[in-house]
């Protein structure tokens, strides 16, 4: 089994960057996911702010492999989203403004040197909730991340329209263009982290999202290192390795207490199991 390309986010570590950026070297992560810094969505930095974060990762020796945008994790003003982690930015966009946070995100994810770039699917808003596949923004994002070099990878968002496997494989399957970023803790939230589902998805899949928790009996998730939490990631990533060797594991922890430690741990169970299969 090929060792696991790693990644990690650096603000799991909170809103300087630096601080993030040193645990990757020192646990020879050469790769990061950015999402925010400075307390702002990367889509509301500005220019300089940018070159500079991009600066700080080169002198670590440090690639942006992911810009973790929030793209279509909105609904319209109108609509009335429940609680939903944007990471800083409007959950309720005006279509009219939709098309300049797109080119944006696309400008962004140039200037930090990111190939790809995360997508939602819509916020689930009863009556107000909006159709993603069927979104004539999508083509247009679609074709200018081609022009720039960039692939669109969709996440799936338990809050947002596409969460579970026919969903997901109907959008992919229409827009070829659009590859997928999975998150298997999300997958096993809404029941389907399963062998034959990810096995559905594998050939779409582009990147992976790594995160374990535990479930409480009033419902509340519990945050803890991967490999220590109820995700089947034995089984999952065994289908992933077979299918699509060599993707790229994102580590998310959302653990509170020591989230280094976390990223520490969760980095050390892949590379263990990496080469516990080979």
Known sequence: MLTPLLVLNPDEL?????????????????????????????????????????????ARGLRVAALAAPLWKWCLPEAKPGRVDSFGFPTQVARADRKRWVDRALEVAGILGAPRVRVFSHLRVGDLTEAFADDPLLPYALECAQRAGIRLLLENEPVCTMAKPDGLLDVLGRHSALGLWLDLGNLHEVGHATVDTVAQLAPFTEYVHVKDWRAHSEGTLEFCPAGRGEVPYGELLTVLDELRPGLPYGLETHVKGDPADALREGAEFLRTRASSTC
């Open 14 to 58: 909170g809103q300087d960057p630096a601080v993030g950026m040193d645990l990757a070297a020192a646990l020879d992560i050469g790769d990061l996911e950015l999402r925010t810094a400075w307390d702002r969505n990367l889509l509301l930095a500005d220019d300089d702010q940018l070159d500079s974060l991009r600066g700080a990762a080169t």
